[in-house]
């Protein structure tokens, strides 16, 4: 399993990285790992609203379907356009090519709030 030291994450599995007021968010690669193949992605638009710990979009795979939770408040300032017609994208690279969107995030600080890749390590194998 990989979990870079420089992404927070989220008890719902989800991986964040800060840039200025900037997050890329998506899900970790032991998410995509306990999935299996994913077949089908929903994102929201451009433009919608997220509140922090509610679900986002919808991640489906041969095994299961479940919702992605946003890890912060923000409006949504770009969504991968790869993923709907390629979402398999997301095991193959779920932290490069396989993120899911970009939030202009309300408070920023709350991202420090998230888990280090270390608590998160501890969080899955625990």
């Given at each position: 399993?990989?979990?870079?030291?420089?992404?927070k994450?989220?008890?719902?599995?989800?991986?964040?990285?800060?840039?200025?007021?900037?997050?890329?968010?998506?899900?970790?690669?032991?998410a995509?790992?306990?999935?299996?193949?994913?077949?089908?992605v929903?994102?929201?638009e451009?433009?919608?609203?997220?509140?922090?710990g509610?679900?986002?979009?919808?991640?489906?795979?041969?095994?299961?379907?479940?919702?992605?939770?946003?890890p912060v408040?923000?409006?949504?300032?770009?969504?991968?356009?790869?993923?709907?017609?390629?979402?398999?994208?997301?095991?193959?690279s779920?932290?490069?090519?396989?993120?899911?969107?970009?939030?202009?995030?309300?408070?920023?600080?709350?991202?420090?709030?998230?888990?280090?890749?270390?608590?998160?390590q501890?969080?899955?194998?625990?």
């Open positions: 399993m990989d979990f870079p030291e420089e992404y994450y989220t008890e719902d599995h989800e991986w964040v990285s800060l840039e200025g007021d900037i997050v890329t968010v998506g899900i970790t690669d032991f995509q790992d306990q999935l299996g193949d994913v077949v089908f929903e994102l929201p451009v433009g919608d609203e997220l509140q922090s509610k679900p986002f979009g919808v991640v489906e795979s041969v095994k299961a379907v479940s919702d992605v939770y946003a408040s923000g409006e949504v300032i770009e969504v991968n356009e790869v993923l709907p017609d390629d979402p398999e994208t997301i095991n193959q779920p932290y490069d090519d396989g993120w899911m969107l970009k939030v202009r995030v309300v408070d920023p600080a709350v991202v420090e709030n998230l888990m280090t890749a270390t608590d998160y501890t969080f899955v194998e625990g």
